[in-house]
T-cell receptor, first 113, second 115 residues
Framework: QKEVEQDPGPLSVPEGAIVSLNCTYS??????FMWYRQYSRKGPELLMY????GNKEDGRFTAQVDKSSKYISLFIRDSQPSDSATYLC?????????????FGPGTRLSVLP | DAGVTQSPTHLIKTRGQHVTLRCSPI?????VSWYQQVLGQGPQFIFQ???????GRGNFPDRFSARQFPNYSSELNVNALLLGDSALYLC??????????????FGPGTRLTVL
């Protein structure tokens, strides 16, 4: 079992739709949960991160973490064609020395005008 | 201010050769992390350096090595290249190690093809 799993898609939605992206993870020691957006031929861009369980909202984006079920979600409201990209979830922990994050394979999203 | 820069952008090597990839972090950032992203997969953590010391290492063979220089730039070296080393190599810089923040930025990557 991979440590972080994610449906690779592709996922196509019409402009204005609510998008739900999901990941599961297996390591109960993971404390940090991140969502990245990666446009074609670019490096990933950190969208949001949460620590432990709960929700976090930033504009049209909402991240949710349910540690009891090891489930991570990203919701995008009023989706735009510019949201078309690959969305990567990542989780892991930190120690005094650095980071140990594991990425999912990414979900490719297309928002159609 | 320039973002994270990586060189070269593309590279073609043959099996058994050696390669050096370079990364310059954002000015003021002291931590550099390296990731390997195989096509269709998420990035996989290779190394993290902070203040010129290794702070983290992923599950990669000893053919992979890295270092960080006094100006905080970094090199990733891969010896005895295998076909499976073909990937996008990403560098990420951040102010410090040992924390998560919105102050981590990825470079555009170096696309390595091993023939």
């Amino acid at each position: 079992q991979k440590e972080v799993e994610q449906d690779p898609g592709p996922l196509s939605v019409p402009e204005g739709a609510i998008v739900s992206l999901n990941c599961t993870y297996s390591n109960s020691a993971f404390q940090y949960f991140m969502w990245y957006r990666q446009y074609s031929r670019k490096g990933p861009e950190l969208l949001m991160y949460t620590y432990s369980s709960g929700n976090k909202e930033d504009g049209r984006f909402t991240a949710q973490v349910d540690k009891s079920s090891k489930y991570i979600s990203l919701f995008i409201r009023d989706s735009q064609p510019s949201d078309s990209a690959t969305y990567l979830c990542a989780s892991g922990g930190l120690d005094n020395y650095g980071q140990n994050f594991v990425f999912g394979p990414g979900t490719r999203l297309s928002v159609l005008p | 201010d320039a973002g994270v820069t990586q060189s070269p952008t593309h590279l073609i090597k043959t099996r058994g050769q050696h390669v050096t990839l370079r990364c310059s972090p954002i000015s003021g950032h002291k931590s550099v992390s390296w990731y390997q992203q195989v096509l269709g997969q998420g990035p996989q953590f290779i190394f993290q350096y902070y203040e010129k010391e290794e702070r983290g290492r992923g599950n990669f063979p000893d053919r992979f090595s890295a270092r960080q220089f006094p100006n905080y730039s970094s090199e990733l070296n891969v010896n005895a290249l295998l076909l499976g080393d073909s990937a996008l190599y990403l560098c990420a810089s951040s102010l410090r190690a040992g924390e998560v923040s919105n102050e981590q930025f990825f470079g555009p990557g170096t696309r390595l093809t091993v023939l």
